[in-house]
Nanobody, 123 residues
Framework: QVQLVESGGGLVQPGGSLRLSCAASGFVVDYFVIGWFRQAPGKDRILVAAFPWTGITRTVYADSVKDRFVMSRDFVKREVYLEMNNLKIEDTAVYFC???????????????WGQGTQVTVSS
């Protein structure tokens, strides 16, 4: 059974940084694509970043977070991270970790989700 558990959200001032973690278990992560999504109040869930577990060099980022966010993984711990720098008020959202066996920009195509972690950027 696929399990994804996010942690690391919180309240941060504009310009600050946070690192989100996602612990993956219950499946052979090597065969999956892992993604970070976010959903702001009243808005759709959108892709932030994603990579195939065995192809980190093929990481894709949303234009809104390029050069500010970095997605990485710990191969041994089977954890995925989202390092968020120079945070802006518009980054405020619930952030979700997701996994599926193929990539899609659309959140509706992803079948496995964590519970989400709140990130609030506010002064």
């Amino acid at each position: 059974q696929v399990q994804l558990v996010e942690s690391g959200g919180g309240l941060v001032q504009p310009g600050g940084s946070l690192r989100l973690s996602c612990a993956a278990s219950g499946f052979v992560v090597d065969y999956f694509v892992i993604g970070w999504f976010r959903q702001a109040p009243g808005k759709d869930r959108i892709l932030v970043a994603a990579f195939p577990w065995t192809g980190i060099t093929r990481t894709v980022y949303a234009d809104s977070v390029k050069d500010r966010f970095v997605m990485s993984r710990d191969f041994v711990k089977r954890e995925v991270y989202l390092e968020m720098n120079n945070l802006k008020i518009e980054d405020t959202a619930v952030y979700f970790c997701a996994a599926d066996q193929s990539f899609s920009n659309s959140s509706s195509a992803w079948r496995n989700w964590g519970q989400g972690t709140q990130v609030t950027v506010s002064s």
